[in-house]
């Protein structure tokens, strides 16, 4: 692998790889792209099979970051981190300290957050060493969960697409057929019911469709879900979803969920435009959870939370009038809105802003 092309082509800001020896840390911290703001994304622990392995998996996940902040009207840039090892058996106060050490170092430039194989509790040993961390404990004054403002966020995202395709939002008036029972799942599938609507869900986990169905949700098998005659298909668990052994099966008018990556391909995405499915943009539909902790910068509350997770129905518009504009698959669109964003807001930005300068040692006066 090629380092410096492989960089050059992601066009990625800077790489940072964190390493101290005694406390067993191998990590990359990925600087995307900070033309609207400091590069917010969280840090992922899994024990990859090789370095190049993380170094593509923290550069796809930043410039990710990017998009899902710039399309969300926030004032950040994208980042990511991973730290290689095994959350199971490699985690320790010495390298989550070591770590947050490195973060520190670059001075508010990336900020740091929770993700897979990280919880709480390895969170607070990098708050011992930087400010540069969100998501934290609502004890310390943080947001804390983020799940439930995602699920609401999703909500909006939903909104927008059953205006653009039905004229009307109701949302008792429409099905849905939620794929996972999870954190944000559940929430949604609580929400939902609350709205009226009609709820199938599907998980691989018996208990949480249990506790779905308690809700009101009615239950299907993990495969059928992709032939439940709903209006709505909310992606709730895996990525790559959308692919070509599901595409034909789906009887829905719209694909909006909160699950990360839905669209195995670009292709996918194309086919689903193509068969008259209305896509709202994952990355669009579940910035929920970053909005959240974004709030932290101001001081985090409630109220604030949800006021910033509904602009994710206006945000869901201005995708669908880009993609009508252009005439592009909604995916695409979304991309596109990002990239004018971040394009007009860094032209706005002079290349010397100017201070006061002083020159030690020299005196104009006569
Ligand atoms: P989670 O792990 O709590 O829930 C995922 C659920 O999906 C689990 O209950 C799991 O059993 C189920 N599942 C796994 N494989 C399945 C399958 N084949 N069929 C049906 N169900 C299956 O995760 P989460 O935090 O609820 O996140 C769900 C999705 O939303 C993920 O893609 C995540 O990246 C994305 N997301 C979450 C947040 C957040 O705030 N938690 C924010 C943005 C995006």
Redesign the pocket.
Known sequence: MELFDTVFESEHEQIVFCHNKDAGLRAIIGIHNTTLGPALGGTRMWPYATEEEALRDVLRLSRGMTYKAAVSGLNLGGGKAVIMGDPRKNKSEALFRAFGRFIDSLNGRYITAED?GIDVNDMEFIFQETENVVGVHQAHGGSG???P???YGSIQGMKAALQKVFGDEDLSRYSFAV????????HLVRQLQKEGAKVFI????ED?VAEAVELGAEAVG?DE?YDVEADVFA?????AVINEDTLPRLKCKIVA?????QLANNEAGNELAARGILYAP?YAV?????M?VSIEFEGWNHERALRMTRTIYYNLGKIFDIAERDGIPTWQAADRMAEERIEILGKLKMPFMGKAHRFPGRDRRH
């Open positions: 897979v969960d983020p799940s403002y995602t699920a794929q996972g029972a999870g954190h944000v799942g559940l599907t998980d691989i986990m949480s993990t879900i992606p709730c668990a895996l990525g969920g909160p699950a990360n990556n994952d579940n910035a929920g959870g970053l959240n």
